[in-house]
């Protein structure tokens, strides 16, 4: 039986995944030392078994990542996976201005030094086509459109699906199919980490259906926010707007709360929007089941 171990904030999701794949939920204890040092056992026998380390903050806890790793692999682990449900570290993936650091590639190649596989949900894909090539260990890509196409159908009565930028409509296109749902696409200039215009095509064609906006991230929420206001204009009624990574950074999740209706995401991080999980999908990767085809580019989450 595999066994699963939360770091910390990733406990709620390794419970629902265990549940989801009938797995052995373990212990990973970890506490400072006085100087605040980083302290790390084993709680559970890893001998002969497959490790999950399952964890969407590894900017936060690489160094407990790497020494659980570490111990497991001491400790007579057959695999050591690492489970991010959300990866971060993918936006800085080339140099936009000089001396900056292109920290997708460093924190890939520390990752890759610490596990044997790497696990995750629809990662920000941008200028490489896939995690490989970024990754020097062999990656899972799970998506989550099937999902919320799902969720979409269920929940939506007469739905319009709406994805942010021309680089989305593949994705949407599939949200839609799975919603039995029309979709359109907008035009997206950014001009900062906060700074969006959006270009509403018209839409008047779908007067009377409930515009659903669709992001990969909702990090600063300007994509949603702006979009939610020139939905207004055409005199649509509040979108509701699913997400597959909820970040919400500052006052985000507050300023879409005050000009969208319903805002639901998947469980990859943990906030109050979540919605719809991830947990079997991810369960279903590692008992061994085919990846699912296809490239992950999704569009540039805001």
Same mark, same amino acid.
């Given at each position: 039986?595999?066994?699963?171990?939360?770091?910390?904030?990733?406990?709620?999701?390794?419970? /629902?995944?265990?549940?989801?794949?009938?797995?052995? =939920?373990?212990?990973?204890?970890?506490? /400072?030392?006085?100087?605040?040092?980083?302290?790390?056992?084993?709680?559970?026998?890893?001998?002969?078994?497959?490790?999950? =380390?399952?964890?969407?903050?590894?900017?936060?806890?690489?160094?407990?990542?790497?020494?659980?790793?570490?111990?497991? /692999?001491?400790?007579?682990?057959?695999?050591?996976?690492?489970?991010?449900?959300?990866?971060?570290?993918?936006?800085?993936?080339?140099r936009f201005r000089p001396g900056e650091a292109v920290t997708s590639r460093s924190f890939a190649r520390l990752v890759s030094s610490t596990v044997d596989r790497l696990v995750t949900v629809d990662p920000h894909l941008h200028r490489f086509g896939r995690l490989e090539d970024l990754y020097a260990i062999p990656c899972q890509t799970l998506r989550a459109a099937p999902l919320i196409g799902d969720w979409i159908s269920r929940e939506v009565t007469a739905p319009l699906i709406i994805g942010p930028d021309a680089e989305s409509e593949q994705w949407a296109a599939e949200i839609a199919a799975n919603a039995g749902a029309p979709y359109a696409v907008l035009a997206k200039r950014r001009y900062g980490d906060r700074e969006v215009e959006i270009i509403m095509p018209d839409l008047t064609a779908h007067a009377g259906r409930q515009p659903v906006l669709i992001d990969d991230i909702a990090a600063s929420g300007r994509t949603l926010i702006a979009a939610s206001d020139e939905l207004r204009k055409q005199a649509f009624s509040p979108p509701t707007c699913v997400v597959v990574h909820a970040i919400f950074a500052g006052e985000a999740f507050s300023q879409l709360q005050a000009t969208a209706g319903r805002i639901v995401s998947t469980d990859t991080l943990s906030h109050a929007s979540n919605a719809i999980t991830v947990a079997p999908l991810i369960a279903e990767a590692l008992t061994g089941a085919p990846e699912q085809p296809g490239r992950s580019r999704l569009p540039g989450g805001g």
């Open positions: 039986m595999r066994l699963l171990l939360p770091l910390p904030g990733n406990e709620a999701f390794a419970t /629902r995944l265990a549940a989801a794949g009938c797995f052995e =939920l373990g212990v990973l204890e970890f506490r /400072r030392f006085p100087d605040a040092e980083r302290y790390v056992r084993i709680a559970s026998d890893p001998k002969g078994r497959p490790v999950d =380390l399952i964890c969407s903050n590894a900017d936060e806890h690489f160094l407990t990542l790497a020494f659980a790793a570490d111990a497991l /692999r001491d400790l007579g682990a057959t695999e050591v996976t690492l489970v991010a449900p959300y990866l971060g570290y993918m936006r800085q993936d080339t």
